[in-house]
């Protein structure tokens, strides 16, 4: 039923139109609420709108690289010109260096806190504001598995993962008695565009599979299931938590 998770009408921002965000911003928009999308990609962009308009949903798109806190700030500012105040808010930016430590460089660090945490910190600090000042708003931020285990070759990914939780806690701490929940999801090993290549080679789709107790990978559709949970008022009592969709993979 379209009503049940009461998103009709609820101005909402994602951040990132590439697999997980874009199957959120999808999710969000077939329930009724309406989405603006943000990312550099502008084919990203172009798809995710399609997918929208299939499902029965909307959505609304801004180019922008959200590299530095100026541009975070006024790609927020430009959202809530189109949509109004956000009331929903999706943070699903990222992407990984699989390499050892001693082989990482300095540059591979930096790029990943920016891109991954940094990024998170900006649009949360923006978003927050608004929604504090408003009284209600609903926060979802796409963490990992990476943040709990110790996944090798994945150090500074786990790094702003581990991070991204915590900060996710701090803010829900802060806010929540202004009306303002803040959670993440923690996927495990998702079926996207972006994880393709990595799966298709050297057997790594079976070495996965083979740690999931479920036996299987997920699909981004089951954890866009979840944000959109956390995101309408049926999670009015949840804040601060971290929902981890994975088959079971922190089990074992």
């Keep these: ?11 909402a921002l994602v951040a990132g139109a590439g697999g997980l965000g874009g199957a959120g911003a ?4 077939a ?12 084919s990203r962009l172009c798809a995710v709108a399609r997918a929208a308009k299939e499902a029965g949903g909307s959505v609304q798109t801004i180019v922008s690289d959200l590299r530095s806190a100026q541009q975070c700030r006024a790609t927020v500012a430009e959202a809530a010109r189109l949509i109004g105040v ?12 699989r390499r050892p430590v001693l082989d990482l460089g300095d540059d591979d660090w930096d790029s990943l806190v920016e891109l991954n945490l940094s990024t998170a910190y900006w649009l949360g600090q923006a978003v927050g504001r608004l929604m504090v000042d408003a009284g209600y708003g609903r926060m979802v931020f ?3 598995v990476s943040g709990l285990l110790a996944h090798a070759d994945h150090a500074p990914y786990a790094a702003t993962k581990g991070g991204l939780n915590q900060l996710v806690r701090v803010m829900a701490r802060e806010w929540a008695a202004r009306g303002v929940t803040v959670n993440a999801v923690a996927p495990g090993y998702i079926e996207t565009d972006l994880t393709k290549d990595h799966l298709d080679k050297d057997g790594n789709r079976a070495s ?11 699909v981004a559709e089951e954890v866009a299931d979840a944000v959109t949970f956390l995101a309408s008022d049926r999670a009015r009592f949840i804040t601060g938590q971290v929902l981890y969709v994975d088959g079971g993979r922190v089990l074992v």
């Design 1 to 11: 039923m379209r009503d049940w998770l009461a998103l009709t009408g609820r101005p």
């Design 26 to 29: 999808v999710s969000l928009a």
């Design 31 to 42: 329930q009724g609420a309406s989405v603006v999308v943000v990312d550099i990609d502008e």
């Design 86 to 97: 956000p009331q929903v808010f999706l943070h699903a930016i990222g992407r990984n260096v």
């Design 142 to 144: 796409v963490s990992s």
């Design 208 to 218: 996965l599979e083979s740690l999931v107790p479920a036996g299987r990978l997920g």
